[in-house]
């Protein structure tokens, strides 16, 4: 049982790049979401869906597109990436909702130059 | 605006030496507060829920409690192992959104 898996665990990226952020989750969780945490900062909602094939946005969702095409995997895109999304990004699953107990991956270090 | 707001920032402790972390926060409509420990380079791990004022939780050396305006997470003769960061989370307000604070960088020397 892997829980949540994350990949890749580091990135350096180039300003402008695109990429992608893997997150897969073996619970047959329904909600899943992504958050950034920065120093001096608390985790921040970048993007959430409730199930397959509904997403929305969260707190921080400028520069990031998300798709849910199956209930195990959730990943997230930076379009065209910037220096201010250089941060760690987590991306976490529950039950049904965010009310709920979040079982977090370990996490993308993400340095864009 | 629904705020989370964690203290101290740091704390240092000699091993057995019992302290309190403090979370308090402006919710309306809080429907749960979360705890959770972070180790670094690791993902948040979820440690306790407390849903209403007077409920309390415990696991081994931690006890949370709430009360209506802020939560305790009060650590009995700690350990090394307990050094991590902790971090508090609200869920309910306007928004029924998940709000983090910064967390609470426990250091236990032995």
């Known amino acids: 049982n892997a829980g949540v898996t994350q990949t890749p665990k580091f990135q350096v990226l180039k300003t402008g790049q695109s990429m992608t952020l893997q997150c897969a989750q073996d619970?047959?969780?329904?909600?899943m979401s992504w958050y950034r945490q920065d120093p001096g900062m608390g985790l921040r909602l970048i993007h959430y869906s409730v199930g397959a094939g509904i997403t929305d946005q969260g707190e921080v969702p400028n520069g990031y597109n998300v798709s849910r095409s199956t209930t195990e995997d959730f990943p997230l895109r930076l379009l065209s990436a910037a220096p201010s999304q250089t941060s760690v990004y987590f991306c976490?699953?529950?039950?049904?909702?965010?009310?709920?107990?979040?079982?977090f991956g370990d996490g993308t270090r993400l340095s864009i130059l | 605006e629904d705020q989370v707001t964690q203290s101290p920032e740091a704390l240092r402790l000699q091993e057995g030496e019992s302290s309190s972390l403090n979370c308090s926060y402006t919710v309306s409509g809080l429907r749960g507060l979360f705890w959770y420990r972070q180790d670094p380079g690791k993902g948040p791990e979820f440690l306790f829920t407390l849903y209403s004022a007077g409920e309390e939780k415990e696991k081994e050396r931690l006890k949370a409690t709430l009360t209506k305006k802020e939560s305790f997470l009060h650590i009995t003769a700690p350990k090394p192992e307990d050094s991590a960061t902790y971090l508090c989370?609200?869920?309910?307000?306007?928004?029924?959104?998940?709000?983090f604070g910064t967390g609470t960088l426990l250091a236990v020397q032995p």
């Open positions: 619970m047959n969780h329904e909600y």
């Open positions: 989370a609200v869920y309910g307000g306007a928004t029924n959104k998940l709000i």
């Open positions: 976490a699953s529950s039950y049904s909702e965010a009310g709920q107990p979040q079982h």
